[in-house]
């Protein structure tokens, strides 16, 4: 079983601000660049990082189970109603599973949480510090990890580097998470993309929390560092800990297999270790298992 725990659903205008269209736009020049994409970068508009319903159900062909969320993150341009996600999942429950995204900042985070799982069904909470401007560590936001805790749903963090230019990156790094883990220990916690570029951080901060994990979503487009990460985790133990993810629009899960079955032809012919067979095959296939348990 393939289960994709990282994909978004939103689209421009309704979604999203022309400031943050014309960045995701730049970034997605860059990376059909990188990938030798070129002929299509004179082609692209300011939908290219729509996620439409229709766009999202073709891609969730290629798994067997996926979760999909916005995000309500004001300060760089970016605001999904729950209700949309709590819709869509609705109307696709074999397969799609629909979490929440809700903003520390609002006075009444708590309760829109409580909203979110118990009267919209969504089953999970994503978080973005360096999109929603908020301190993890602030003790003043802890309410709302209690309530996450108390209603036993899993949380994940884009906690790592990001296109926008209003995304303070001092609210960045995933080591800041461990505060939040050591208050709540049942909290399940998952670092976005390996928390890139502090790939080694949350490979050694997810090795000391026993709740916490990490998706591997996006980093394919960067093959050295993945295959450093993947390398690391594995001197470190931790590769159980690493599961599967898209970030779809970005990439699709197709994408991810590839890069995942590919990342070891950078060190071909060296003495340089590698990313073992048995690791790639449980990224793809199992390590969902941990987070995931009605899906093992």
């Known amino acids: 079983m393939i289960v994709d725990c990282h994909t978004h659903l939103m ?10 269209a014309e960045a995701a736009l730049d970034s ?16 692209l508009d300011l939908h290219v990082y729509d996620a439409r319903p229709g766009d999202h159900w073709a891609m969730a062909q290629e798994v067997d189970r996926v979760v999909v969320f916005g995000l309500q993150a004001r300060k760089v341009g970016i605001f999904v109603p729950n ?6 999942a609705a109307a696709h ?39 929603q401007h908020f301190d993890p560590t602030d003790h003043r936001h802890f309410p709302l990890w209690a309530k996450a805790a108390e209603l036993g749903i899993p949380t994940i963090w884009h906690q790592g580097t990001t296109f926008p230019r209003d995304a303070p ?26 928390g890139h570029p502090w790939e080694t951080e949350t490979i050694v901060t997810i090795r000391k929390q026993p709740n916490m994990y ?38 699709k899960p197709s994408d991810v297999i590839a ?37 093992a």
């Open 83 to 88: 209700e949309v996600i709590a819709e869509y």
């Open 214 to 251: 990490a998706d591997v979503s996006a980093i394919h487009y960067r093959p050295w560092r993945m295959w450093q990460a993947l390398v690391t985790a594995q001197e470190y133990g931790v590769q159980h800990k690493l599961l599967f993810g898209s970030d779809y629009p970005s990439g």
């Open 169 to 194: 990156l001092k609210w960045a790094n995933p080591v800041q998470l461990e505060e939040i883990a050591l208050a709540f220990p049942t909290l399940v916690m998952i670092v976005a993309h390996l």
């Open 93 to 131: 429950k074999d397969r799609v599973v629909g979490w929440a995204s809700i903003d520390p900042n609002e006075t009444d985070c708590v309760a829109q949480l409580e909203h979110a799982v118990r009267e919209l069904g969504l089953r999970g909470l994503k978080l973005g510090p360096v999109y």
């Open 11 to 20: 689209w421009y205008p309704e979604h999203i601000s022309d400031e943050y």
């Open 28 to 43: 997605k020049r860059v990376k059909l660049k990188m990938s030798g994409g070129l002929a299509h970068v004179g082609t």
């Open 259 to 295: 890069g995942l079955h590919t990342v070891n032809n950078l060190v071909d012919g060296t003495k340089l270790p590698r990313v073992t067979d048995e690791t790639i095959e449980a990224i793809i296939h199992g390590n969902h298992a941990a987070v995931f348990p009605e899906w």
